[in-house]
């Protein structure tokens, strides 16, 4: 019997305990996200992040500047947030227009406020194995479901699909920390489902519909899907056929209700937690 992973309703019980959490602090935690230009959908997810915030009862401020913003007034910007101590956490929307370095900007952000763990630093730390200030919001998110579904990751297969900075490539090195045996693939990999075949856990992080399909995985296997895509008629869908493979698989997260909703969890208790770590000697 196949289980559907419920990312809202984890995501749900984890904000509650936050929200409380918040209520005993003598001052709020304090996230400010910048966003460069007038994307649509970097619009709404501000604003997504900027309510939510707002609900935990945290200080959420949203910087606003106009498409033609240069480098320098971005890295301005950027250090005027790292040098003010009521700011505990800082987010840079992406995509940022073509003419802004955007690595020069997420090395900007100072590591301990870096609450999308994009700061070299930070990822470094996870790559050598070591504990960075906060986890990436999407395999944080992708960590805490396995848990709380008491899914094992010690000693299985585990195979990612996707490399991006984002969410693959971090996603396969927390999976790796936790003694995982790790295989990346990516759009140059030839024979996908030789890969896929083999997986006791499979992240599909491709941004592709339909990629992985019920012949490709075994019976038994556990999917996240983090893919974010549009059916034809415009519904939201991942990049696994949900119907189809959820007969074979033991786990699955749906598209939307699963990942997503972890992602925007993930990034609220990165607040906090970084908020706690630059008020550790005050609280």
């Known amino acids: 019997m196949t289980q559907i992973i419920d990312g809202k309703y984890v995501s749900q019980q ?5 929200a409380q959490a918040v209520c005993t602090e003598d001052k709020k935690p304090s996230l400010t996200v910048i966003i460069v230009g007038e ?15 707002a609900q935990l009862g945290f200080d959420s401020n949203v910087i606003e500047m106009p498409e033609n913003t240069t480098q320098e007034q971005l890295l301005s910007a950027i250090e005027n947030l790292n040098n003010d101590v009521s700011v505990n956490a800082v987010l840079v929307q992406l995509p ?9 900007v997420l090395e900007k952000i100072s590591p ?4 999308d763990c994009f700061h070299p630093y930070n990822a470094g730390q996870i790559a050598s194995g070591k504990k960075p200030y906060v986890y990436p919001c999407t395999p944080f998110g992708i960590m805490t479901l396995l ?7 010690e000693g299985k297969k585990a195979v990612v699909i996707g490399r991006s900075n984002i969410v ?7 999976l790796l920390n936790r003694n995982a045996t790790v295989t990346i693939c990516h759009s140059k990999t030839e024979n996908l489902a030789e890969y896929t075949k083999q997986a006791d856990i499979l992240v599909c992080a491709a941004g592709c519909k339909n990629l992985v399909t019920a012949d490709m995985v075994k019976d ?3 999917v996240i899907d983090v893919g974010m895509n549009r059916t034809d008629d415009g519904k939201l869908c991942g990049d696994v056929d949900f119907e189809n493979v959820k007969e074979k698989a033991s786990f699955i997260t749906p ?3 699963g990942v997503g909703p972890m992602t925007i969890c993930s990034l609220m208790k990165n607040t906090y937690e970084l908020f706690k770590l630059q008020n550790v000697d005050k609280i």
């Open 14 to 18: 984890i904000l509650e305990k936050l």
């Open 39 to 53: 994307d649509p959908a970097s619009k709404i997810y501000v604003n997504l992040k900027k309510k939510k915030a």
């Open 96 to 104: 940022l227009p073509e003419h802004i370095n955007t690595n020069e």
């Open 112 to 115: 301990i406020k870096d609450v």
């Open 147 to 153: 848990d709380k579904y008491n899914i094992s990751v």
């Open 168 to 174: 693959g490539r971090p996603c396969a090195q927390m």
């Open 220 to 222: 038994g296997v556990v």
């Open 255 to 257: 598209v939307p209700g």
